[in-house]
Protein backbone atom coordinates (compact mmCIF):
# COMPACT_ATOMS: atom_id res chain seq x y z
CA UNK A 1 0.00 0.00 0.00
CA UNK A 2 2.49 2.36 0.88
CA UNK A 3 4.41 1.71 -2.23
CA UNK A 4 1.25 2.74 -4.11
CA UNK A 5 0.71 5.83 -2.59
CA UNK A 6 4.09 6.82 -3.15
CA UNK A 7 5.88 5.47 -5.84
CA UNK A 8 3.02 5.28 -7.97
CA UNK A 9 2.26 8.93 -7.65
CA UNK A 10 -1.04 7.87 -6.15
CA UNK A 11 -3.00 11.04 -5.22
CA UNK A 12 -6.37 10.31 -3.32
CA UNK A 13 -7.27 9.01 0.21
CA UNK A 14 -6.99 5.41 1.41
CA UNK A 15 -9.13 4.62 4.54
CA UNK A 16 -8.98 1.05 5.97
CA UNK A 17 -11.68 -1.57 6.11
CA UNK A 18 -14.16 -1.61 9.70
CA UNK A 19 -11.22 -1.52 12.04
CA UNK A 20 -12.99 -4.27 14.52
CA UNK A 21 -13.77 -7.06 11.72
CA UNK A 22 -11.94 -9.87 12.58
CA UNK A 23 -9.80 -9.95 9.48
CA UNK A 24 -7.76 -7.05 11.29
CA UNK A 25 -8.52 -7.89 14.97
CA UNK A 26 -6.88 -11.32 14.68
CA UNK A 27 -3.58 -10.24 13.47
CA UNK A 28 -2.56 -7.91 16.07
CA UNK A 29 -3.54 -6.56 19.07
CA UNK A 30 -5.54 -3.31 19.05
CA UNK A 31 -3.51 -1.07 20.41
CA UNK A 32 -0.68 -2.27 18.38
CA UNK A 33 -2.39 -2.61 14.88
CA UNK A 34 -3.67 1.41 14.79
CA UNK A 35 -0.36 3.01 14.26
CA UNK A 36 0.45 0.20 11.69
CA UNK A 37 -2.26 0.68 9.58
CA UNK A 38 -1.42 4.64 9.20
CA UNK A 39 2.07 3.56 8.91
CA UNK A 40 1.29 0.92 6.07
CA UNK A 41 0.16 3.83 4.28
CA UNK A 42 -3.44 4.20 5.23
CA UNK A 43 -4.91 7.84 6.08
CA UNK A 44 -8.03 7.40 7.94
CA UNK A 45 -9.29 4.52 10.45
CA UNK A 46 -12.93 3.50 9.50
CA UNK A 47 -14.42 3.22 13.02
CA UNK A 48 -13.59 2.44 16.49
CA UNK A 49 -13.87 0.74 19.24
CA UNK A 50 -12.79 3.12 21.85
CA UNK A 51 -11.88 6.99 20.43
CA UNK A 52 -9.81 8.05 23.71
CA UNK A 53 -7.84 4.25 23.19
CA UNK A 54 -7.09 4.35 19.65
CA UNK A 55 -6.12 8.23 19.69
CA UNK A 56 -3.73 6.63 23.23
CA UNK A 57 -2.91 3.93 20.44
CA UNK A 58 -1.59 6.18 17.70
CA UNK A 59 0.51 8.22 20.34
CA UNK A 60 2.29 5.29 21.70
CA UNK A 61 2.95 4.28 17.82
CA UNK A 62 4.69 7.66 17.46
CA UNK A 63 6.92 7.30 20.78
CA UNK A 64 7.73 3.66 20.00
CA UNK A 65 8.40 4.38 16.84
CA UNK A 66 6.28 2.18 14.90
CA UNK A 67 4.80 5.20 13.16
CA UNK A 68 6.74 8.41 11.93
CA UNK A 69 6.05 12.26 12.11
CA UNK A 70 6.27 12.43 8.59
CA UNK A 71 4.29 9.79 7.92
CA UNK A 72 1.05 11.67 10.19
CA UNK A 73 1.66 14.65 9.02
CA UNK A 74 1.23 13.13 5.52
CA UNK A 75 -2.16 11.51 6.34
CA UNK A 76 -3.58 14.24 8.02
CA UNK A 77 -2.43 16.55 4.83
CA UNK A 78 -4.58 13.74 2.71
CA UNK A 79 -7.33 13.80 4.76
CA UNK A 80 -7.52 17.78 4.80
CA UNK A 81 -6.78 18.19 1.37
CA UNK A 82 -9.83 15.78 0.05
CA UNK A 83 -12.20 17.48 2.80
CA UNK A 84 -11.06 20.82 0.64
CA UNK A 85 -11.72 18.71 -2.53
CA UNK A 86 -15.42 18.16 -1.46
CA UNK A 87 -15.43 22.07 -0.47
CA UNK A 88 -16.44 21.02 2.75
CA UNK A 89 -15.89 23.90 4.46
CA UNK A 90 -17.67 26.28 2.28
CA UNK A 91 -20.21 24.60 1.71
CA UNK A 92 -20.40 24.82 6.32
CA UNK A 93 -20.05 28.04 5.62
CA UNK A 94 -23.26 28.29 3.75
CA UNK A 95 -24.92 25.94 5.93
CA UNK A 96 -25.34 23.34 2.71
CA UNK A 97 -22.85 20.78 4.16
CA UNK A 98 -26.23 18.68 5.20
CA UNK A 99 -28.90 18.91 1.84
CA UNK A 100 -32.03 19.72 3.05
CA UNK A 101 -34.91 17.67 4.39
CA UNK A 102 -36.95 18.46 1.06
CA UNK A 103 -34.42 16.74 -0.80
CA UNK A 104 -35.36 13.32 0.26
CA UNK A 105 -38.47 13.56 -1.43
CA UNK A 106 -36.56 12.42 -5.01
CA UNK A 107 -36.34 9.20 -2.74
CA UNK A 108 -38.62 7.00 -4.62
CA UNK A 109 -39.42 8.97 -7.40
CA UNK A 110 -41.01 7.25 -10.55
CA UNK A 111 -37.95 7.71 -12.74
CA UNK A 112 -35.70 5.77 -9.90
CA UNK A 113 -38.05 3.24 -9.64
CA UNK A 114 -37.96 2.41 -13.72
CA UNK A 115 -34.11 2.52 -12.72
CA UNK A 116 -34.58 -0.31 -11.13
CA UNK A 117 -37.06 -2.19 -12.97
CA UNK A 118 -34.88 -2.50 -16.24
CA UNK A 119 -31.67 -3.46 -13.75
CA UNK A 120 -33.78 -5.84 -12.43
CA UNK A 121 -34.91 -6.91 -15.78
CA UNK A 122 -31.78 -7.10 -17.31
CA UNK A 123 -30.46 -9.07 -14.38
CA UNK A 124 -33.01 -11.89 -13.75
CA UNK A 125 -31.27 -15.06 -14.76
CA UNK A 126 -32.81 -18.28 -16.08
CA UNK A 127 -29.38 -20.58 -15.19
CA UNK A 128 -31.21 -23.78 -15.68
CA UNK A 129 -34.36 -25.43 -17.89
CA UNK A 130 -33.22 -28.63 -18.97
CA UNK A 131 -36.81 -30.09 -19.12
CA UNK A 132 -38.18 -27.15 -20.71
CA UNK A 133 -41.30 -26.75 -18.62
CA UNK A 134 -41.55 -23.02 -18.89
CA UNK A 135 -43.72 -21.23 -19.31
CA UNK A 136 -45.86 -21.65 -16.77
CA UNK A 137 -49.25 -19.36 -17.13
CA UNK A 138 -52.52 -20.20 -15.39
CA UNK A 139 -54.04 -21.44 -18.93
CA UNK A 140 -51.53 -23.87 -18.59
CA UNK A 141 -50.51 -24.54 -15.23
CA UNK A 142 -53.52 -22.66 -13.04
CA UNK A 143 -52.96 -24.39 -9.59
CA UNK A 144 -49.45 -23.94 -8.05
CA UNK A 145 -47.82 -25.59 -4.67
CA UNK A 146 -45.72 -22.58 -3.51
CA UNK A 147 -42.61 -23.54 -0.84
CA UNK A 148 -40.94 -20.81 0.09
CA UNK A 149 -37.32 -20.74 2.46
CA UNK A 150 -37.08 -17.23 4.56
CA UNK A 151 -34.11 -17.05 6.61
CA UNK A 152 -33.52 -13.60 6.93
CA UNK A 153 -30.35 -13.37 9.36
CA UNK A 154 -30.18 -11.07 11.80
CA UNK A 155 -32.94 -8.58 10.06
CA UNK A 156 -36.11 -7.89 12.76
CA UNK A 157 -39.32 -10.24 11.73
CA UNK A 158 -41.15 -9.33 9.56
CA UNK A 159 -45.04 -8.61 9.70
CA UNK A 160 -47.14 -11.62 7.72
CA UNK A 161 -47.96 -9.67 4.85
CA UNK A 162 -44.25 -8.87 4.10
CA UNK A 163 -42.92 -12.50 4.34
CA UNK A 164 -41.84 -13.78 1.07
CA UNK A 165 -44.55 -17.08 1.45
CA UNK A 166 -47.51 -13.69 1.43
CA UNK A 167 -46.02 -11.52 -1.15
CA UNK A 168 -45.37 -14.10 -3.98
CA UNK A 169 -48.64 -15.83 -3.24
CA UNK A 170 -50.08 -12.62 -3.52
CA UNK A 171 -48.55 -12.24 -7.14
CA UNK A 172 -49.31 -15.13 -8.58
CA UNK A 173 -52.90 -14.42 -8.05
CA UNK A 174 -53.35 -11.43 -9.08
CA UNK A 175 -51.72 -13.02 -12.34
CA UNK A 176 -54.77 -15.84 -12.14
CA UNK A 177 -53.13 -18.61 -10.15
CA UNK A 178 -54.53 -20.32 -7.37
CA UNK A 179 -51.41 -20.44 -4.94
CA UNK A 180 -51.51 -23.37 -2.13
CA UNK A 181 -48.89 -22.42 0.67
CA UNK A 182 -46.60 -25.59 1.82
CA UNK A 183 -47.17 -25.20 5.88
CA UNK A 184 -45.02 -26.60 8.19
CA UNK A 185 -46.93 -26.11 11.19
CA UNK A 186 -49.57 -28.76 9.41
CA UNK A 187 -48.45 -32.25 11.07
CA UNK A 188 -46.01 -32.82 14.06
CA UNK A 189 -42.99 -33.72 11.67
CA UNK A 190 -41.93 -34.28 8.29
CA UNK A 191 -42.83 -37.53 7.78
CA UNK A 192 -46.24 -37.36 9.00
CA UNK A 193 -46.88 -34.58 6.60
CA UNK A 194 -45.40 -36.57 3.84
CA UNK A 195 -47.36 -39.54 5.06
CA UNK A 196 -50.52 -37.48 5.13
CA UNK A 197 -51.01 -37.20 1.49
CA UNK A 198 -50.79 -39.79 -1.58
CA UNK A 199 -48.57 -38.93 -4.70
CA UNK A 200 -51.73 -39.51 -6.93
CA UNK A 201 -53.58 -37.07 -4.57
CA UNK A 202 -50.72 -34.37 -5.01
CA UNK A 203 -50.43 -34.81 -8.48
CA UNK A 204 -54.20 -34.46 -8.86
CA UNK A 205 -54.36 -31.04 -6.78
CA UNK A 206 -51.72 -29.42 -8.47
CA UNK A 207 -50.61 -28.39 -11.97
CA UNK A 208 -47.24 -27.28 -10.78
CA UNK A 209 -44.65 -26.14 -7.96
CA UNK A 210 -42.73 -23.33 -7.22
CA UNK A 211 -40.04 -22.88 -4.79
CA UNK A 212 -38.63 -18.96 -3.83
CA UNK A 213 -35.61 -19.31 -1.99
CA UNK A 214 -34.60 -16.29 0.21
CA UNK A 215 -31.37 -16.59 2.64
CA UNK A 216 -29.61 -13.76 3.37
CA UNK A 217 -27.20 -12.50 6.14
CA UNK A 218 -24.86 -10.41 7.07
CA UNK A 219 -21.20 -11.17 8.70
CA UNK A 220 -22.64 -13.64 11.50
CA UNK A 221 -22.12 -16.41 9.23
CA UNK A 222 -19.86 -18.22 6.93
CA UNK A 223 -22.26 -19.76 4.80
CA UNK A 224 -25.35 -19.30 2.82
CA UNK A 225 -27.09 -22.52 2.67
CA UNK A 226 -30.73 -23.72 2.19
CA UNK A 227 -32.07 -25.24 5.66
CA UNK A 228 -35.04 -26.29 5.37
CA UNK A 229 -38.22 -26.26 7.50
CA UNK A 230 -38.35 -29.45 9.00
CA UNK A 231 -36.66 -32.89 8.87
CA UNK A 232 -37.74 -36.18 6.85
CA UNK A 233 -37.68 -33.75 3.83
CA UNK A 234 -41.30 -32.61 3.69
CA UNK A 235 -40.52 -29.43 1.65
CA UNK A 236 -37.13 -30.75 -0.28
CA UNK A 237 -37.87 -30.75 -3.82
CA UNK A 238 -39.20 -34.72 -3.58
CA UNK A 239 -41.49 -33.45 -6.56
CA UNK A 240 -39.10 -32.76 -9.50
CA UNK A 241 -39.91 -35.85 -11.05
CA UNK A 242 -44.07 -35.46 -10.33
CA UNK A 243 -44.52 -31.71 -11.45
CA UNK A 244 -43.09 -29.39 -13.51
CA UNK A 245 -41.06 -27.51 -10.93
CA UNK A 246 -39.50 -23.92 -10.64
CA UNK A 247 -36.90 -22.78 -7.93
CA UNK A 248 -36.27 -18.94 -7.60
CA UNK A 249 -33.34 -17.95 -5.50
CA UNK A 250 -34.24 -14.07 -4.84
CA UNK A 251 -30.62 -13.42 -3.17
CA UNK A 252 -27.88 -15.77 -3.39
CA UNK A 253 -26.82 -16.82 -6.35
CA UNK A 254 -25.37 -20.30 -5.25
CA UNK A 255 -28.26 -22.33 -3.96
CA UNK A 256 -28.42 -24.33 -7.23
CA UNK A 257 -25.74 -26.73 -5.31
CA UNK A 258 -28.49 -26.88 -2.75
CA UNK A 259 -31.16 -28.22 -4.99
CA UNK A 260 -29.45 -29.59 -7.91
CA UNK A 261 -32.35 -31.59 -8.77
CA UNK A 262 -34.47 -29.16 -10.10
CA UNK A 263 -34.86 -28.83 -13.70
CA UNK A 264 -35.82 -24.88 -13.62
CA UNK A 265 -33.89 -22.35 -11.61
CA UNK A 266 -33.51 -18.63 -12.21
CA UNK A 267 -31.75 -16.29 -9.85
CA UNK A 268 -33.12 -12.85 -9.18
CA UNK A 269 -30.63 -11.20 -6.84
CA UNK A 270 -33.13 -9.66 -4.90
CA UNK A 271 -36.65 -9.62 -3.27
CA UNK A 272 -38.08 -6.46 -4.11
CA UNK A 273 -41.59 -6.23 -5.19
CA UNK A 274 -40.77 -5.61 -9.05
CA UNK A 275 -38.31 -8.35 -9.37
CA UNK A 276 -40.82 -10.23 -8.29
CA UNK A 277 -43.43 -9.26 -10.47
CA UNK A 278 -40.76 -9.64 -13.46
CA UNK A 279 -39.81 -12.38 -12.36
CA UNK A 280 -43.08 -13.86 -12.26
CA UNK A 281 -43.53 -12.42 -15.66
CA UNK A 282 -40.64 -14.18 -17.02
CA UNK A 283 -42.00 -17.24 -16.10
CA UNK A 284 -45.33 -16.51 -17.53
CA UNK A 285 -43.46 -16.07 -20.77
CA UNK A 286 -44.37 -12.40 -20.91
CA UNK A 287 -40.81 -11.15 -20.45
CA UNK A 288 -37.72 -12.62 -21.90
CA UNK A 289 -34.96 -13.45 -19.79
CA UNK A 290 -31.93 -11.24 -20.35
CA UNK A 291 -29.20 -11.99 -17.65
CA UNK A 292 -26.33 -13.93 -18.16
CA UNK A 293 -24.66 -14.85 -15.16
CA UNK A 294 -21.65 -13.33 -13.86
CA UNK A 295 -20.90 -16.51 -11.44
CA UNK A 296 -20.67 -20.06 -11.72
CA UNK A 297 -24.29 -20.45 -10.72
CA UNK A 298 -24.01 -24.75 -11.22
CA UNK A 299 -21.22 -23.76 -8.32
CA UNK A 300 -18.51 -26.52 -10.35
CA UNK A 301 -20.78 -29.34 -9.54
CA UNK A 302 -21.82 -31.87 -12.12
CA UNK A 303 -25.25 -32.68 -10.99
CA UNK A 304 -26.54 -29.19 -10.93
CA UNK A 305 -26.49 -29.23 -14.98
CA UNK A 306 -28.79 -32.18 -15.04
Known sequence: MYLCTHELGFNGLVITDATHMVGLTSAMRRAEIMPYTIAAGCDMILYYRDKDEDVEAIKEGLANGVLTEERLNEAVTRVLAFKAMLKLHTKKAEGTLVPAEENLSIIGCEEHKQVAKDIADQAITLVKNTKNQLPLTPQTHKRIMLYTVEQAGFAPNKVESDRLNQRVKAKLEAQGFEVTLFDPDAGLNGKQLLAATSIKEFVDQFDAVMLFVHVAGFSQSNVRRITWAMPMGPDI???????????????????????????????????????????????????????????????GAWDTRL
Open 237 to 299: PWYVTELPTVCVSVFNPFHLIDVPMVPTYINAYSDNDATLDLVIEKIMGKSEFKGVSSVDAFC
